[in-house]
């Protein structure tokens, strides 16, 4: 029976791509800010509906240079430990010290209301989470920010075409970052970019993506390099012609999964909230395993068994890896929402190319 997977990679048509790959070839220019590269970054900042973006090789260096292009260099930056390692990773290779807030129990995201709590005369920013692409409550974030100074970075790499009353959830903080990964809703196979707000801003960035370059012979500061080539530059227009179908067919996934399961006890999953243009890039149940009759890692390994390979995203936590454990934020007391999400959560399979068959297979296995 064939597997069904979390995600599949939405894939440009090969005989179109083989046509740009010719013209590529024939140019001979691959990397380094090319026709392509530049052409990609105008038509994303088009589609996302946002002025200024810059495009980069993945979804973790934009995290990592997005503080340096803020200048947060030392201290405390506040961020969640419900998402992926990388989130926090960034805040650890800038000197910087993560401190775990807990998240709300329903969406996942950074519980602003616990987060005034853990300011210190330290804390130089807020990097919250759009878990599953769900926006954050972005206006309490901000107030919470400019009451006491701090900058807000975005970790967006879920939140890819996700507007609230038609205005990109990008568009909030100081910096937003996404992740063109193939495993996104949109993908350069890796891929990334930072949102920012101004010309000069995107151009500190630019800089930083490239060595900190600012011409042949003059380095304004100490960059990294995180360009994007000219092929995946070129995938990616090919891509964003399609990204709209896809969304289309991952929002029918999602209904379908809603219409039966919503009588299931013991099951809950994540609505359309009002204004917002969701982007259905995962589709997590949480389990209760005392209403539902069988524990999340039974239900998770017995859809394995049966080749349905949902994820437990994100579980662990980030706060219980290695490097962040000892963290004085990162302690099961401090985080009990977290925990106990973390401890429930199963993503279930949801693409552009998953078929009505494959959703009666998920479905089966949670019935
Ligand atoms: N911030 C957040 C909030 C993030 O979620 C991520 C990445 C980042 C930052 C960092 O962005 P990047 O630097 O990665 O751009 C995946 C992705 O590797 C990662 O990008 C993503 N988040 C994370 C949530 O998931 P894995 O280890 O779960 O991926 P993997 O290889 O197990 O793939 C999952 C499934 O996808 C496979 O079972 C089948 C399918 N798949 C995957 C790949 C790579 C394919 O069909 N084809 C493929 O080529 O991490």
């Given at each position: 029976m064939k597997t069904i997977t979390v995600?599949?990679?939405?894939?440009?048509?090969?005989?179109?791509?083989?046509?740009?790959?010719?013209?590529?070839?024939?140019?001979?220019?691959?990397?380094?800010?090319?026709?392509?590269?530049?052409?990609?970054?105008?038509?994303?900042?088009?589609?996302?509906?946002?002025?200024?973006?810059?495009?980069?090789?993945?979804?973790?260096?934009p995290l990592i240079t997005a503080?340096?292009?803020?200048?947060?260099?030392?201290?405390?930056?506040?961020?969640?430990?419900?998402?992926?390692?990388?989130?926090?990773?960034?805040?650890?290779?800038?000197?910087?010290?993560?401190?775990?807030?807990?998240?709300?129990?329903?969406?996942?995201?950074?519980?602003?209301?616990k987060i005034e709590a853990a300011i210190t005369p330290r804390t130089k920013a807020i990097m919250p989470v759009h878990v599953y692409g769900t926006p954050c409550d972005v206006e309490r974030i901000q107030e919470i920010a400019d009451a006491h100074s701090l900058k807000v970075i975005y970790d967006a790499a879920h939140a890819f075409g996700v507007s609230v009353d038609g205005n990109s959830i990008l568009q909030a903080g100081d910096i937003s970052t996404l992740s063109f990964h193939a495993t996104k809703v949109y993908n350069t196979l890796e891929g990334g970019a930072i949102v920012c707000h101004s010309a000069e801003m995107k151009k500190k960035i630019d800089y930083l993506r490239n060595f900190g370059f600012e011409d042949e012979t003059t380095v304004v500061g100490p960059?990294?390099?995180?360009?994007?080539?000219?092929?995946?530059?070129?995938?990616?227009?090919?891509?964003?012609?399609?990204?709209?179908?896809?969304?289309?067919?991952?929002?029918?996934?999602?209904?379908?999964?809603?219409?039966?399961?919503?009588?299931?006890?013991?099951?809950?999953?994540?609505?359309?909230?009002?204004?917002?243009?969701?982007?259905?890039?995962?589709?997590?149940?949480?389990?209760?395993?005392?209403?539902?009759?069988?524990?999340?890692?039974?239900?998770?390994?017995?859809?394995?068994s049966k080749g349905v390979l949902g994820r437990r995203y994100f579980y662990p936590l980030i706060s219980s890896f290695g490097p962040y454990s000892s963290l004085p934020s990162a302690t099961k007391e401090n985080l009990p929402a977290a925990n106990a999400i973390a401890d429930s959560v199963i993503c279930l399979p949801i693409h552009h190319a998953l078929s009505d068959e494959d959703v009666a297979r998920v479905l089966e296995c949670i019935l």
């Open positions: 995600t599949s990679p939405l894939l440009p048509d090969l005989d179109t791509l083989h046509e740009v790959m010719q013209d590529i070839w024939a140019k001979k220019w691959v990397t380094n800010l090319g026709e392509y590269h530049e052409k990609l970054e105008k038509e994303l900042a088009e589609y996302l509906g946002v002025p200024y973006l810059s495009l980069f090789t993945n979804g973790t260096i503080l340096q292009a803020l200048e947060i260099r030392d201290g405390e930056v506040i961020t969640t430990p419900y998402s992926f390692v990388a989130t926090t990773h960034a805040l650890w290779w800038n000197g910087l010290t993560p401190v775990f807030v807990d998240i709300d129990p329903i969406t996942g995201n950074i519980d602003p209301s960059g990294i390099n995180g360009k994007m080539d000219e092929v995946r530059s070129a995938y990616g227009l090919l891509n964003l012609r399609q990204v709209d179908a896809a969304i289309a067919r991952r929002r029918e996934v999602a209904l379908k999964y809603r219409k039966a399961l919503a009588d299931v006890p013991g099951i809950r999953f994540l609505d359309d909230l009002e204004g917002v243009r969701h982007n259905y890039a995962y589709f997590p149940i949480f389990i209760d395993e005392k209403a539902y009759g069988r524990s999340r890692d039974v239900l998770y390994f017995d859809m394995k």
